[in-house]
């Protein structure tokens, strides 16, 4: 493939919902532009970006792949992006890099919870937009119903810039309201025809609502426009291309990727009017610890970020990039200010799906990839060693789902760590926590499928085989009221004895005080040099656990007497006095155990409010409030019991059909309801079991 300019670029992510027809979208694409000769189906496997054994698998796109074409004398880094809520993490990373969205929405199912999601993550990141309404072949498919849906949930920035000419089984071609010309299409090839006749009276009011729309929008043409001169198909679209880029207009094309109908179009207009790379003049960047703007430069040393990670089993790891300025060119050597290291970009390349095509360099604004990166991961920036600064991180989202794991057998045990460090360079939404109160070690993603991909993954690409199990509650204990009791340790039979005597009162701080240990020893009953181990003994069993085996908080223990022996006692025998007397003393100090409260905000479109909060209270929960928020949802604060949130991100979903979503985070500890106690030890002996 040839080196492009920046101007000639365009770097276009397809989001939606998952099965709006992103993936057949980049596949009409490639077809159209020739860059393969049979157009591939999602249902038989042979997508182009649809490569991975569990894409096939589950017939839907998990992770964003790369499809560029060459235009009319353009450049277009299509990246296909998955659509379910799971994958989000790719919809960022795509976002990241993309100078267009270009929001693929079925004529049959309209706006979906996966065209808001992404709609909110592009206008978040200050994305330019535009729509192709597609599977206008389908039965119950409807332009009207569909454009109606859009402009009510996105604004009246949303415009037409095409019709459809027929519908459903009838549909057959567009008609362009810039040039009031007709395009209609018989196995894929367009055919220029005059505006059907039962199209034309609808095509000429939009057409003039769409030129008083862009009018409006430029003084000199609003001034020429009243004084009767119509400005040109190319002036408006000129125009146009300025609210895109600053991401106030968000232009509607239709079509149908299966076709493929009006896919050429799609990419016309993606030249014509989509922003090229230079819509990025500047960037805050990160030097020497400060914040500096510079200019992004088309010449100049290379200033390059990668954005996705792939772990592929044969080449290794694979990095893709944009750059950010200037150019870059094979054999290279660049440096990671993060992992302060010199990376050599031995051969880069253009990904076509999984092939990858060998090139000599990249101008400014392109994408690229580079195979075998030594300690550069997803996020990282690479610049000649002179100028060491590091560009703004990808947004990831937060995991909201966790599961335990543990390796099969000790060869996966060998493997687990260096395997989870390796996926997590390719997926960096994945977050890994050994808990030692727990003893587990949780892997937390976006959702169900997200983590049995990626359990997938870890077997399939790195040969490691985990058993999971729910994630445990982090349960305490504590004690309810005083007590006091004797802590005796003697072994003195035969040999170096043991013996220690620790009188002990237990009783309970304020929540969140923690521990507190009294030294009332009067009159050496306990000899100095062992207080300190009465005090370890005791700590150790809170941690090891109390009467039910959870770790004790918010105790007070007063150590006021004591016996020893001046031969038989040793830091040793005073660490088990402390160890059996804070046990015995718990035991009568009314032992009570502690939950975790957690804090949630949940955001829902207004009408899942009620629902919400009525199962939040159904979980023993509290709302504390609600607010409104952008896109007429509403967000709900509450405090629940951790344990009734294990899976609420699986909950949510079904709950309000994929619309909610939700951020915990750990609030306090509280007393167990006693009701739920023996459920509570019960499941904890089983786990021990
Ligand atoms: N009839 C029709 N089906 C389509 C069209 N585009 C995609 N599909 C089908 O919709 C399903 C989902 O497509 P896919 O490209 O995987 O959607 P994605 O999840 O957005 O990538 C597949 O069965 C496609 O064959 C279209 O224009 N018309
Ligand atoms: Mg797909």
Known sequence: MKVYPPEKIRNVALVGHGGAGKTTLAEALLYRAGTVSRLGRVEDGNTVTDFDPEEHERGHSVSLALAP???????????????????????????????????????????????????????????????????????????????????????????????????????????????????VYDSGSAQEVDIPAELEEREHEVHDALVEGIVVADDDLLERYLEGDIPDAKELEQTMAKG?????????????????????????????????????????????????????????????????????????????????????????????????????????????????????????????????????????????????????????????????????????????????????????????????????????????????????????????????????????????????AEGKYKKQSGGHGQFGVAMLKVEPTLRGEGFEFVDEIKGGSIPRQFIPAVEQGIRETMEDGGIHGFPVVDVRVRCYDGKYHSVDSSEMSFKMAGRLGFKAAMESAGPI?????????????????????????????????TEASSGGRQTITALVPTSEIMTYAVDLRSLTQGWGTFLTEHDHYQELPSHLTDKVVAEAKEDDD
């Not at 990246?79 to 919809?91: E, K, M, Q, R």
């Not at 955001?603 to 899942?608: D, F, K």
């Open 69 to 183: 074409i060459e235009w009319k004398d353009h450049k277009i880094n299509v990246i296909d992006t998955p659509g379910y809520t799971d994958f989000v993490a790719d919809v960022y990373a795509a976002l990241h890099v993309a100078d267009l969205a270009v929001f693929v929405v079925s004529a049959v199912d309209g706006v979906e919870v996966g065209t808001e999601r992404a709609w909110r993550i592009a206008e978040d990141l200050g994305v330019p937009r535009m729509v192709f309404i597609n599977k206008l072949d389908k039965e119950e498919a409807s332009f009207d119903r569909t454009l109606e849906a859009l402009q009510e949930r996105f604004g009246a920035g949303v415009a037409p810039i095409e019709l459809p000419i027929g519908e459903r089984e009838s549909f057959r071609g567009v008609a362009d309201l810039f040039t009031d010309k007709a395009y």
């Open 244 to 484: 895109v880029a600053e991401a106030s207009v968000f232009p509607v094309v239709c079509g149908s990727a299966t076709g493929p109908i009006a896919v050429d179009r799609l990419a016309d207009f993606i030249n014509e009017i989509g922003p090229s790379p230079l819509r990025r003049e500047k960037l805050l960047v990160t030097a020497g610890g400060n914040e500096v703007e510079i200019d992004l430069k088309t010449d100049g040393d290379p200033l390059i970020q990668v954005f996705k990670t792939i772990a592929d089993p044969y080449v290794g790891q694979i990095s893709l990039f944009r750059v950010l300025s200037g150019s870059v060119k094979t054999e290279q050597t660049l440096h990671n200010k993060r992992s302060n290291n010199d990376e050599k970009l031995s051969k880069i390349a253009v990904m076509v799906g999984k092939e990858s095509e060998l090139v000599d360099s990249l101008a400014m604004g392109d994408i690229g990839a580079v195979a075998k990166l030594n300690e550069t991961g997803t996020g990282d920036t690479l610049t000649v060693k002179s100028q060491p600064i590091v560009a703004p991180p990808l947004t990831v989202p937060i995991p909201v789902l966790g599961t335990a794991i543990k390796a099969r057998t000790q060869a996966d045990t060998d493997k687990l760590a260096n395997a989870l460090r390796r996926i997590q360079q390719e997926d960096p939404v994945l977050l890994v926590e050994r808990n030692a109160e727990t003893r587990q070690t949780v892997l937390k993603g976006m959702g169900e499928t997200h983590l049995t991909i990626t359990l997938q993954r870890l077997s399939r690409k790195f040969g490691v085989e985990v058993d999971t199990e729910p994630v445990r509650v982090p349960y305490r204990e504590t004690v309810s009221r005083r007590a006091e």
């Open 593 to 625: 155990l502690l939950e975790p409260i957690s804090k949630i905000s949940v955001s829902v479109p207004s009408n899942y409010q009620g629902d919400v909060m009525g199962d939040l209270s159904s979980r023993r929960g509290q709302v504390q409030g």
